[in-house]
């Protein structure tokens, strides 16, 4: 009776994750934008790995806590084109810091600046 | 005395589900209408039909929070209000069936096909809020899903200090 139980039990759970439609919760992978990403055009090997290890640097906005690598958010891949973009045409890591704070504020950040309202940290 | 500031901070709820990101300009952007067709810049905020705010939605066909938004929306459309939809990497074709099956809450449509004024805005996830005066300026936002409990709270005072 006990097992009748749990099985009804998966079996119904299953038949729900069955028809909720995948693109519900995530927002659909646009194949542009994953070539684009990954297939991105650096000029050089090590400008390759600097734009990689800056853009961990930076939160995804969306996310709760994982980098702008890291994530597979639409948002996040959209933003690691913008990155990859903004150091190819030699912009400053602060430039890009600026765009990104501008935008999204200061969550976008995993150090928090010294100001007047984190001084108490 | 550290109990207290930590008390302090953690009963802060003006950050509730709003952004704290500095007032400013509406992102200038060049875009097609979804209905017309036409192109539209950021001055169609300046000449709304009624009205000193139009609230600007980011939304999307693929978007189920959208979806428990949309009846929302379309009662504040018949009450008067101002919205502008921003279709955010959408499909048109499936944005305009979905709306002639659900209703049009939005005067106008802007595509952001490619997401690049969603970038500049800010946005985070759909569907999201914001209200633009006539000046162009956005005066507040909401992430997440809009009902009557977080319009009473956060929207509509911006329309009673202008009555």
Partial sequence: MCLLFIFTLLFSSFAQAQNTPLNSTFSPANRDQVKQVETFNFESNEQQTGTIKFSRELRCPQCLNQNLMESNSLIAKDLRIVVYKMQDEAQTDKQIIEFMTQRFGDFVLYEPKFEPKTYLL | ?163
């Fill in chain 2, 1 to 163: 005395m550290v109990m207290s500031v930590f008390l302090l901070a953690l009963n802060n709820k003006e950050n509730d589900n709003q952004v704290k990101v500095k007032a400013k300009p509406f992102p200038s952007f060049s875009l097609t209408e979804l209905q017309s067709g036409q192109l539209i810049t950021e001055s169609i905020f300046k000449n709304r039909p009624r009205g000193e705010y139009t609230l600007l939605n980011v939304w999307a066909s693929w978007c189920s929070a959208c979806k428990s938004e949309h009846p929302f929306l379309l009662k504040l459309a018949e009450q008067g209000i101002n919205i502008v939809g921003l279709n955010f990497r959408d499909d048109p074709q499936t944005a305009k069936s979905l709306l002639n099956k659900t209703g049009n809450p939005y005067q106008q449509i802007i595509v952001d096909d490619k997401g690049k004024l969603a970038i500049d805005l800010g946005v985070i996830g759909t569907p999201e809020s914001y209200l633009i005066d006539k000046q162009g300026l956005i005066a507040t936002r909401v992430n997440g899903v809009l009902n009557q409990f977080i319009w009473d709270k956060q929207l509509q005072p911006f329309f009673e200090k202008t009555e």
